[in-house]
C-alpha cells in the first residue's frame, strides 16, 4: 500500500496540473483561430486541434491509470479521509471529462474543415468509451464497490462500444457527413469506403453535384457496380454478403442511379 498522505498529495497536485492545463486549453478553444494565428508560431489552427486532439486523448489514459492506482493502493482508515481520497478521484475524473469534451471539439473543429474520416469516427467514440470510463471510476470510488465490480462494468462497456460499432454503419454515416458538410468534397477518399456507403453515394449522384465530382462519382459507382456483379456472379452462398447485396440492389435497381448515371452520361456526350 502506498503512504496515504504523500499519495493523495500527488494526487491533489496532479489535479492542479490538470486543472491549469484545461484552463489554458478553453481559452485557446474560445479564442479560436485568430487567437491561435496572433502566437506566430507558425501552427495552423487546423493543426492545433488534431494534435491537441492526440495530447488529451493520451492525458486521459494516464489519468485513468493514477485514478486506478490511487483508489485500489491507498486506503483512507477514517471517514475524513475516505472523503479526501473520494475528492480527489471525483475532481480527477471531471477534469479529465473536461478534457475528453475539449478533445471531441478539437476534432469537431478539424472535421469542419477536412471532412469525416473512419479514423475520426472511432476517435469520438472512443473518447465517449472514456468518459464512461471515468464515470464508472467515480462510482466505484463514491459507492466503495469491488475491482470485480468496475471490471465487470468496464468489460460490459466494452461490449457495448462493439455492438455499437458493428449495428451504425459507420461508412454510411461517413458518406452522408460529409455530403451533408458543403464545400468541396472529397470524392476520392469517399471512393476508398466499402460497400455500405454505396447506397449513400448512388442516392447522392442523382441529385445536384458539381460536374467534375458527379463524374468522378459515376465512374466510380460504375466500376464498384461491375465488381460486385462479377463477385455475386462468381461466388456462392456462403460468401454471402448483406452490405454487398444492399449495394447492389440499390446501384441496379430500376430507374435508380443507373438510369441516372446512364443519362448525365449521355448529356456530357452531347455537350
Not at 91 to 108: D, E, H, I, K, P
Not at 151 to 177: G, M, Q
Request: charged share 20%.
Amino acid at each position: 500500500p502506498w503512504d496515504f498522505v504523500q499519495a493523495n498529495v500527488a494526487a491533489g497536485l496532479v489535479n492542479l496540473l490538470f486543472l491549469a492545463f484545461a484552463s489554458v486549453q478553453a481559452l485557446f478553444l474560445i479564442g479560436g483561430k485568430e487567437r491561435i494565428e496572433a502566437l506566430g508560431t507558425g501552427i495552423t489552427y487546423a493543426e492545433y486541434a488534431q494534435q491537441g486532439f492526440w495530447q488529451m486523448i493520451f492525458i486521459g489514459f494516464l489519468s485513468l491509470l493514477l485514478s486506478l492506482l490511487l483508489d485500489e493502493r491507498v486506503a483512507g482508515e477514517t471517514p475524513e479521509l475516505k472523503r479526501v481520497q473520494k475528492a480527489n478521484l471525483v475532481a480527477a475524473s471531471v477534469l479529465t471529462g473536461v478534457m475528453m469534451v475539449s478533445a471531441a471539439y478539437r476534432l469537431w473543429l478539424y472535421e469542419r474543415a477536412y471532412g469525416f474520416t473512419v479514423l475520426r469516427f472511432y476517435s469520438h467514440t472512443f473518447t465517449a468509451f472514456v468518459a464512461v470510463v471515468f464515470i464508472l471510476l467515480c462510482v466505484k470510488a463514491l459507492a466503495e464497490q469491488t475491482r470485480r465490480r468496475f471490471a465487470r462494468d468496464a468489460a460490459l462497456a466494452t461490449a457495448a462500444l462493439l455492438v455499437a460499432w458493428n449495428l451504425s454503419d459507420p461508412h454510411a454515416l461517413i458518406a452522408e457527413a460529409n455530403l451533408r458538410r458543403g464545400g468541396p468534397l472529397d470524392v476520392a477518399y469517399l471512393q476508398t469506403l466499402s460497400s455500405d456507403a454505396l447506397p449513400v453515394l448512388a442516392r447522392a449522384a442523382r441529385g445536384p453535384m458539381d460536374a467534375v465530382d458527379r463524374l468522378e462519382l459515376d465512374r466510380h459507382l460504375a466500376l464498384r457496380r461491375a465488381e460486385l456483379l462479377e463477385r455475386r456472379d462468381s461466388s456462392g452462398w456462403p460468401s454471402y454478403n448483406w452490405g454487398h447485396a444492399r449495394a447492389l440492389l440499390e446501384l441496379s435497381g430500376d430507374g435508380g442511379w443507373i438510369a441516372g448515371a446512364s443519362a448525365y452520361r449521355a448529356l456530357l456526350v452531347r455537350r
